[in-house]
């Protein structure tokens, strides 16, 4: 069964603008770490944001926020003030405590293409 | 300072030969992996490694072996190439905690011919 599911595989976004990519996750470990990764079109992949499951609040860094909602197990990324520079393929990963549930440490979904445009 | 680095960033090789892709880090990190990302970007972890116990995806084959020198190295090799081992590999490290992200480094496209 997929973990981390991104439903959008592409979205588009105008520059200056705000843009929520989607992100599920399915865990029944109640210790849980969710992180969000951006690969530009020069290929690394680059950290960007983390919530921990038991944070209370809403992770920022920077034009970065992760709106979590815990009970519906959703960790949106959000940027705000969108650039051209965000244009890459925005990951969503999901760490579990269980370090040797293997397959299970660090689980990526399946990613979203963002485009900007000017 | 490079804090993971895998060489080389391309690897060009015909079918059924045997190769291999270098990783090292410098942060300390306890925990290295390797990731495969197929041409949809799916990323898929081949294998973690802790303190010298390997743990190790069962839907890889076992052409695919990590060597571990030492705990700031895990080297990939691959033998009897496939076409369908074309791919961009990624070497990772992290710390075992939770909130510690992975740390990858820059990729290696692996393409067969």
């Known amino acids: 069964a997929q973990k981390i599911t991104q439903t959008q595989p592409g979205m588009f976004v105008q520059e200056k603008e705000a843009v929520t990519l989607d992100c599920t996750y399915d865990t029944s470990d109640p210790s849980y770490g969710l992180f969000w990764y951006k690969q530009p079109s020069s290929g690394e992949m680059i950290f960007l944001i983390y919530?921990?499951?038991?944070?209370?609040q809403n992770a920022t860094e920077g034009r970065y926020s992760l709106n979590f909602q815990k009970a519906r197990k959703s960790a949106n990324l959000v940027i705000s003030a969108s650039q051209l520079g965000d244009s890459a393929m925005y990951f969503c990963?999901?760490?579990?405590?269980?370090?040797?549930?293997?397959?299970?440490?660090?689980?990526f979904g399946p990613g979203t293409r963002l485009s900007v445009l000017p | 300072d490079t804090a993971v680095s895998q060489t080389p960033k391309y690897l060009v090789t015909q079918m059924g030969n045997d190769k291999s892709i270098k990783c090292e880090q410098n942060l300390g990190h306890d925990t290295m992996y390797w990731y495969k990302q197929d041409s949809k970007k799916f990323l898929k972890i081949m294998f973690s490694?802790?303190?010298?116990?390997?743990?190790i995806n069962e839907t890889v084959p076992n052409r695919f072996s990590p060597k571990s020198p030492d705990k700031a190295h895990l080297n990939l090799h691959i033998n009897s190439l496939e076409l369908g081992d074309s791919a961009v590999y990624f070497c990772?490290?992290?710390?075992?905690?939770?909130?510690?992200?992975?740390?990858f480094g820059n990729g290696t496209r692996l393409t067969v011919t």
């Open positions: 490694y802790n303190n010298k116990e390997l743990i």
């Open positions: 990772a490290s992290s710390q075992e905690d939770l909130g510690s992200p992975l740390h």
């Open positions: 990963a999901m760490r579990e405590l269980t370090p040797y549930n293997y397959g299970q440490n660090f689980v």
């Open positions: 919530q921990g499951s038991y944070d209370q």
